[in-house]
């Protein structure tokens, strides 16, 4: 398993969320598709929303990775990276989603970047692992006195900036 950048996984999880909310309980399934296809209809006429969730949203149901690999090696930095090898490691079929592909590489190139790594991650939860981030695991090792135990300055230290080489009189 390999570790994806934190705010990949934390934008994967949103996009779970997303979906899980638009859908609704119960589930339904126009409501969704129509969200889906004005999105795709928004992005594939050039426009659309610059919002990272909204763009892997509308490529998540549409979109087919064909580079797991490259995609999973992309993830591990969130920020930077060249977005071209990212959109030649998948595609969209269909007519109109093939036209959003094509306008999105064209509009938001970094922003699409993004999102195809996050609806990857989405659709392959079990090809990566979530760095933990839960409140159990940062309090590791906190004994929490919220002081530094390093505040100590130690002999050998001072005595690095000792003009004289000893430490009398000071």
Same mark, same amino acid.
């Given at each position: 398993m390999i570790r994806v950048h934190p705010e990949f996984a934390y934008q994967s999880r949103e996009l779970g969320g997303q979906i899980e909310g638009i859908l609704g309980d119960p589930p339904n399934r126009k409501n969704y598709q129509s969200m889906v296809s004005a999105l795709v209809g928004e992005y594939? @006429?050039?426009?659309?929303?610059?919002?990272?969730?909204?763009? @892997?949203?509308? =490529?998540?149901?549409?979109?087919?990775?064909?580079?797991?690999?490259?995609?999973?090696?992309?993830?591990?930095? %969130?920020?930077?990276?060249?977005?071209?090898?990212?959109?030649?490691?998948?595609?969209?079929?269909?007519?109109?989603?093939?036209?959003? %592909?094509?306008?999105?590489?064209?509009?938001?190139?970094? =922003?699409?970047?993004?999102?195809?790594? $996050?609806?990857?991650? %989405?659709? #392959?939860?079990?090809?990566?692992?979530?760095?933990?981030?839960?409140?159990?695991?940062?309090?590791?090792?906190?004994?929490?006195?919220?002081?530094?135990?390093? *505040?100590?300055? $130690?002999?050998?230290?001072?005595?690095?900036?000792?003009? *004289?080489?000893?430490? #009398?009189?000071?």
């Amino acid at each position: 398993m390999i570790r994806v950048h934190p705010e990949f996984a934390y934008q994967s999880r949103e996009l779970g969320g997303q979906i899980e909310g638009i859908l609704g309980d119960p589930p339904n399934r126009k409501n969704y598709q129509s969200m889906v296809s004005a999105l795709v209809g928004e992005y594939a @006429s050039g426009g659309g929303i610059e919002d990272l969730n909204m763009l @892997s949203f509308a =490529l998540v149901d549409h979109i087919a990775f064909n580079n797991p690999k490259g995609l999973l090696a992309a993830s591990e930095d %969130y920020d930077m990276g060249e977005p071209g090898p990212v959109f030649a490691m998948a595609s969209c079929a269909g007519a109109e989603a093939a036209k959003m %592909y094509a306008a999105i590489a064209d509009s938001f190139p970094e =922003l699409a970047r993004q999102a195809i790594i $996050t609806a990857f991650l %989405y659709k #392959n939860p079990r090809l990566w692992d979530d760095e933990d981030q839960s409140l159990e695991q940062l309090g590791v090792n906190d004994d929490g006195d919220d002081r530094h135990d390093d *505040d100590d300055v $130690t002999d050998e230290f001072a005595q690095m900036f000792d003009q *004289d080489g000893d430490d #009398n009189g000071r």
